[in-house]
């Protein structure tokens, strides 16, 4: 009889286990989506951004016309604070920084999910972190031969008046007296040549935005699919 008492003892606290074990492994799930779905909503809202200034790269961009008599500096500076506003998105690795750091991964009985949220994790870590550290150094570039084409002090004055926002084509005339009260001390060979020089490292700044825009595309399509997965196998909303 005690044995039996001592064996059903040790049932029913495994059993126990395993009931807290499913409960966190539940709640697990539970933060993993919430944090899947804050990050898709994130996701949308800097490309919705990174289009938007986007254009105004490429409006930068057609204002450089060369010979230099050609070039629109009105609108390239109308345009520059927009053009060159740094944003960023970053995952919410809050779920999975538990989930490596408690060992909770072993409790996540459907192998398939466990697999992508690792997958998932990899993928922003390594691609994420590559693509973004490469843009970084293009982005880092063109800040550079900015200071060198522009003056700051038009651009300071725009941006303290629209912060990032495209000023309206009603400020175009201040811009242009801006421009006439701020010389630039080079001889128009110079100032043609750090032109050119910005907007090569401009155009090459637009054209690697497509490794952006890949991570984006395929880190949104990674985290629909584990919305599905995790909301269909937990019986989740």
């Not at 909503?41 to 930068?60: F, H, I, P, Q």
């Not at 700044?205 to 399509?221: E, G, Q, T």
Request: net charge positive.
């Amino acid at each position: 009889m005690l044995f039996l008492a001592v064996f059903c003892g040790f049932l029913a606290e495994n059993q126990r286990e395993h009931l807290i074990e499913h409960q966190r492994e539940k709640q697990y799930m539970v933060t993993m989506l919430e944090d899947l779905k804050a990050d898709t909503g994130l996701l949308k809202v800097a490309m919705t951004y990174w289009n938007e200034r986007n254009t105004s790269v490429d409006s930068v961009a057609q204002a450089l016309d060369f010979p230099l008599v050609n070039a629109n500096l009105t609108k390239a500076y109308r345009h520059l604070n927009r053009a060159l506003d740094y944003y960023s998105f970053k995952f919410n690795d809050r779920t999975i920084s538990q989930l490596k750091n408690a060992g909770g991964f072993r409790l996540i009985r459907k192998k398939e999910i466990a697999n992508k949220i690792i997958a998932y994790d990899q993928f922003n870590n390594d691609d994420g972190v590559n693509i973004a550290y490469q843009y970084n150094n293009f982005y880092e570039n063109v800040v550079a031969l900015r200071n060198k084409a522009f003056v700051q002090e038009i651009i300071n004055k725009i941006h303290d008046k629209y912060q990032n926002d495209l000023p309206p084509y009603s400020m175009n005339s201040r811009i242009d007296s801006m421009i006439n009260r701020n010389k630039s001390p080079f001889s128009s060979q110079d100032q043609t040549i750090s032109l050119f020089e910005f907007k090569n490292a401009l155009l090459s700044f637009r054209k690697d935005f497509s490794n952006i825009r890949w991570w984006h595309d395929n880190l949104f399509a990674k985290q629909t699919e584990l919305i599905r997965l995790i909301s269909t196998e937990y019986h989740l909303q």
